[in-house]
């Protein structure tokens, strides 16, 4: 995954929620179309920014080149807003190339790149962009060992996201800072800023970001156990469990989020513990040391799974060394040779010196219990040349000097102050006795510096004015560029809606009302034909805006899945798959998301109408008759009832009208008395205006709503569909 490129934009977060599913190149497809077809340079530059951070690791480098050629022509742009918005581009271009460079192990190369993009950031004022590239800085030192330059940039990163008051960014600065702290062996250093990112991550709130900093202060506690106590001496009870602790929140706040790599991770680290507690505690053999490593076994067992599954090559690794060490320790010798083997050769494919460092030594130990002592040497020079790539006595010299010296550095700021206070006191008593000595000789040498004084003032108020006039533009074109984002992605939606051509084909009359409440809606009208059958579908998705144009996307794209991937043709049943997929993909246990609606089918074949509806009623007037048809209470979504959706069939004559609708008109408040509008005086107003043409019904519904809003809010996005048959 691309962790660590760009940032900005909203409407990248609008359309990240996609990357959990298989729909991601659905969307990545049509954002390649509206690339193409786009007019405007800098929609497409938003375009090609969105595709590169979330296509395939196959295509998004040629996309994010693009996006980079695009914007280094448009930052010579006479206009000043284009030339802001295409420098922040070709940055975010940069970094993404210094990512890909880095992920090759080619640091020279990375480096290059990270500072252009640092350059054009610091030129643009763009204080948290600067941040980010040198937390990317300090990340390839850190992988170089070249310690003292990481902790140079990571914390010239933390003293800007520290006045800019940037939480989540400075959490994770404090992080990398704790953890290259933690390879040195400086735990108590490592301690102190992984606590200090755990009180970010608190406030923020976020159940992963928490679990990580537990994680890792865990894994500080068992290197300072590991280190101060294995081999030497008893551990303190009161420590021991330190890191049980922080695992065991960890793996429960993992699982709140339902992060299964973020629980796999939380597993390893108390399998470990396991190890060392046995190594600590017992005598090989013993019933004790071997219920400790048999826990290890079942751990290591259930991330192996984890991460065989994800591909994620350099946890299989760590976790195939786990279970050599497990079998090593178990006697069972074959067995972890030939799964220490493959872990090594997993290590040196990725080149991580400390993932072979950790494959080399284990797989000593399996060669000297198995006589094959030439191997058994080959992996001890291994690990000893890994070893000292890792740590060495420059680097951790290098660490606390770098420490020591951020320390000093808030209070060389408020000394070098106080000193220029009493410099400008003692300064200004001297000023005042040469006046008085010299009133009569120095009065027009006096005017003289006044007047300079008042025109350097002058000056550096002119300069101080334009500064801020500039800041305001910065700040202006951000926040026209986060509506255009918005608005842009209202275009990506509207794109995605059931459009005149489809909809005129396939029904006789018809009228849609659709007014969403924000810029982007999460009520969303849908169709699609397959196999002589059209689908047509009215929904509201849980939230609106933002949160529900994400949600209605997603839903969109599950649909059609169900339908022309699965050819699913029963709406009951296209219900239930899109049911099954909303909650595999982004419901967790305290969330319910997903949405309400009605899925109509048109069956040509067989000339009548089936449906499916979600706590929604469609209604039908049949002969002046109003009659509301019924629906099941649950959505599609997680909800207090699991069961299978209903499937309907709508008897119908020519001339009758079907209505469906999502609860945006009824819920809205308005009227004398600013009560709610209800479903009753809606179905009243419809049977009331049923006789009238199509288009008028529309008008008439509209004005009403907005006579009864009158100046009150809207509450929710409104859509109404009626159908004439």
Not at 200 to 214: F, G, H, L, T, V
Not at 453 to 479: A, D, G, H, P
């Amino acid at each position: 995954m691309k962790s660590i490129k760009k940032y900005i934009y909203l409407l990248a977060l609008i359309l990240q929620v996609c990357t959990i599913s298989a729909q991601t190149d659905y969307y990545i497809d049509s954002l390649i179309v509206v690339v193409s077809n786009a007019k405007e340079d800098t929609n497409k530059l938003v375009s090609l920014s969105i595709i590169a951070e979330n296509a395939s690791d196959e295509i998004w480098p040629i996309y994010n080149n693009e996006m980079g050629k695009l914007a280094a022509k448009l930052q010579n742009s006479s206009n000043v807003k284009t030339k802001i918005c295409a420098k922040r581009h070709l940055a975010a271009s940069l970094n993404n190339k210094g990512f890909f460079f880095t992920e090759r192990g080619i640091s020279y190369k990375a480096i290059l790149y990270f500072n252009k993009a640092l350059k054009i950031q610091q030129e643009i004022r763009d204080l948290e962009g600067e941040a980010y590239s040198l937390s990317n800085l300090g990340a390839v030192y850190d992988s170089k060992g070249e310690i003292d330059k990481a902790l140079e940039y990571y914390f010239a990163a933390v003293k800007i996201r520290e006045n800019l008051n940037s939480k989540l960014s400075l959490a994770q600065s404090y992080n990398n800072i704790a953890v290259l702290y933690n390879n040195q062996n400086d735990l108590v250093n490592a301690l102190k800023y992984h606590f200090h990112s755990l009180r970010i991550r608190e406030q923020i709130n976020n159940p992963s970001s928490i679990a990580m900093a537990y994680n890792n202060i865990g894994t500080t506690y068992t290197n300072l156990v590991e280190n101060n106590f294995k081999g030497k001496k008893p551990i303190p009870d009161s420590l021991i469990k330190k890191p049980y602790e922080y695992f065991n929140k960890s793996y429960l706040a993992y699982k709140k989020d339902n992060n299964e790599h973020g629980m796999a991770h939380s597993m390893f680290n108390l399998a470990d513990l396991y190890i060392l507690q046995a190594d600590c505690y017992h005598k090989k053999n013993t019933k004790e040391y071997d219920t400790l490593v048999n826990r290890a076994e079942g751990l290591f067992l259930r991330c192996h799974d984890i991460y065989s599954k994800t591909n994620e090559k350099e946890w299989l690794a760590n976790t195939l060394n786990g279970l050599t060490n497990v079998y090593w320790r178990q006697n069972k010798n074959q067995k972890a040779q030939i799964l220490g083997e493959k872990a090594i050769a997993i290590s040196q494919e990725l080149g991580y010196p400390g993932t072979i460092q950790k494959s080399a030594d284990i797989l000593r130990r399996v060669y000297q219990s198995n006589h094959s002592y030439e191997k058994a040497l080959q992996m001890s020079d291994i690990y000893h040349s890994m070893r000292d790539s890792v740590v060495n006595e420059n680097n951790q010299k290098e660490t606390l000097s770098k420490y020591f010296m951020y320390q000093s550095e808030k209070q060389e700021v408020i000394t070098k102050a106080h000193q220029e206070k009493m410099q400008l006191e003692f300064q200004s008593k001297t000023k005042q006795q040469s006046i008085i000595i010299y009133f009569g000789i120095s009065g027009l040498v006096l005017l003289s510096v006044f007047g300079v004084f008042m025109y350097n003032r002058y000056k550096l108020t002119r300069k101080q004015n334009e500064i801020i006039q500039q800041q305001k533009s910065i700040v202006e074109e951000s926040r026209k560029e986060i509506v255009d984002s918005i608005n842009y992605a209202k275009k990506i939606q509207y794109a995605l809606l059931a459009n005149k051509e489809l909809l005129d084909k396939n029904l006789k009359s018809y009228f849609v009302l659709f007014n969403p409440k924000d810029i982007v809606s999460g009520d969303f009208y849908w169709a699609t034909e397959h196999e002589n059958n059209f689908y047509l579908a009215v929904c509201d998705s849980t939230g609106h805006g933002v949160p529900g144009a994400f949600m209605s996307l997603l839903s969109i794209g599950f649909l059609s899945e169900a339908i022309k991937e699965k050819n699913i043709k029963e709406p009951n049943k296209v219900f239930n798959y899109v049911r099954k997929r909303l909650i595999e993909s982004i419901t967790n246990e305290s969330q319910k998301d997903g949405f309400d609606g009605i899925l109509l089918r048109f069956d040509r074949a067989a000339n009548e109408i089936s449906y499916a509806a979600s706590n929604n009623k469609p209604v039908i007037i049949s002969n002046h008759q109003m009659q509301s048809l019924s629906c099941d209470k649950m959505p599609v979504g997680k909800g207090e009832r699991n069961e299978e959706f209903s499937l309907n069939t709508i008897p119908v004559s020519k001339g009758d009208i079907i209505y469906i609708y999502t609860d945006g008109y009824a819920d809205q408040f308005g009227g004398e008395k600013g009560k709610k509008f209800k479903y009753k005086p809606l179905n009243e107003l419809l049977l009331s205006i049923h006789e009238k043409e199509l288009h008028t019904q529309k008008e008439i519904l509209n004005a009403t709503f907005k006579n009864w809003k009158n100046n009150l809010e809207q509450v929710d996005d409104v859509c109404i569909m009626g159908i004439k048959l």
